[in-house]
């Protein structure tokens, strides 16, 4: 079953606006990951957040974390068309030593 | 060297082959992961091997057999598969820490698109 679910699952904006993508997941975490997966290809991790962090930031990327609700949300500022693709949120459940499991998925369309 | 290789990177089989795919890092890591993923899913964990051993098998059916001959280096055979088992196979690896392999990010290959006719 889906550990993860980011919200919403589909997301068009135009390029230089900002983008949120909510991730809701059911069990105690260890850490939420973020990873985009460009069309066809390869996953590449965005940033990792600690289950005693609230909040990260990385470039344009920032991540927040409330485990009070079970919930993560991933903001690009000022969008590009390169971050069109797919973002997946990924936890390990606590106690779960090697297993990540990714949410359904957002599939970003940014408009030149 | 922050990258991981797969090959091939397109694979097309009859059900009746066998043929084997392969993935390689030379970043130390010694946690390397299997995923498939069908088109507009999520990836689905099949395996993970730590230190060169499986810890993780999630039920995946034996016509794929997994292998890890040295800590860089991960298969996976295939036999017999189904059309259903066509989708994107990936590979990543992690770090371990402090015998945690989850709580580090995962480096993703570029996967290998499996057809099976």
């Known amino acids: 079953s889906q550990q993860g679910e980011e919200d919403p699952q589909a997301l068009s904006i135009q390029e230089g606006e900002n983008a949120t993508m909510n991730c809701s997941y059911k069990t105690s975490i260890n850490n939420l990951q973020w990873y985009r997966q460009n069309s066809g290809r390869g996953l590449v991790h965005l940033i990792l957040i600690r289950s005693n962090e609230r909040e990260k930031h990385s470039g344009r990327l920032r991540v927040t974390l409330d485990t009070s609700k079970k919930s993560s949300s991933l903001l690009i500022t000022a969008s590009r068309a390169a971050d069109t693709a797919s973002y997946f949120c990924a936890t390990p459940p606590s106690g779960a030593n090697s297993k990540l499991t990714f949410g359904k998925g957002i599939t970003l369309s940014v408009r030149p | 060297d922050t990258e991981v290789t797969q090959t091939p990177k397109h694979l097309v089989m009859g059900m009746t082959n066998k043929k084997s795919l392969k993935c390689e890092q030379h970043m130390g890591h010694r946690a390397m992961y299997w995923y498939k993923q069908k088109a507009k899913k999520p990836p689905e964990l099949m395996f993970v091997y730590s230190y060169e051993k499986l810890s993780i098998n999630e039920s995946v059916p034996s016509r794929f057999s997994p292998e890890c001959p040295n800590s860089s280096l991960l298969n996976l055979h295939l036999h017999a598969l189904q059309p259903e088992d066509s989708a994107l196979y990936l590979c990543?690896?992690?770090?371990?820490?402090?015998?945690?392999?989850?709580?580090?990010?995962?480096?993703f290959g570029p996967g290998t698109r499996l057809t099976v006719l």
């Open positions: 990543a690896s992690s770090q371990v820490d402090m015998g945690q392999v989850a709580n580090n990010e995962q480096f």
